[in-house]
Nanobody
Framework: QVQLVESGGGLVQAGGSLRLSCAASGRTSSSYAMGWFRQAPGKEREFVAT????????TYADFVKGRFTISRDNAKNTVYLQMNSLKPEDTAVYYC???????????????WGQGTQVTVSS
């Protein structure tokens, strides 16, 4: 079992930056691949980025490539999502999730945080 708590969301102007954090407790996060997903109002939850257990491999959704960076610090049991050049369409609740196996699919994830709101104003 692992518990995940996201933080770092907030209101930012278009073009700005935010860094989300996901703190894991319970079983160490290094046992899991970690991912970020998001859900905008009225839309399905969608994949944003994922990182392998060691941090050596990552995959991004096309719409965030070059703008977002996922990273992890296993010593701190924390995963990060650095978001730059934010756009109004990035407005969503962002969720952190843990998976036994590396995956870009929501169904591949076993544990989820409660989410943190990111709002980008135009």
């Amino acid at each position: 079992q692992v518990q995940l708590v996201e933080s770092g969301g907030g209101l930012v102007q278009a073009g700005g930056s935010l860094r989300l954090s996901c703190a894991a407790s319970g079983r160490t996060s290094s046992s899991y691949a970690m991912g970020w997903f998001r859900q905008a109002p009225g839309k399905e939850r969608e994949f944003v980025a994922t990182i392998s257990r060691s941090g050596g491999r990552s995959t991004y959704a096309d719409f965030v490539k070059g703008r977002f960076t996922i990273s992890r610090d296993n010593a701190k049991n924390t995963v990060y999502l650095q978001m730059n050049s934010l756009k109004p369409e990035d407005t969503a609740v962002y969720y952190c999730a843990a998976a036994v196996f590396y995956s870009v699919y929501e169904r591949g994830y076993d544990y989820w945080g409660q989410g943190t709101q990111v709002t980008v104003s135009s």
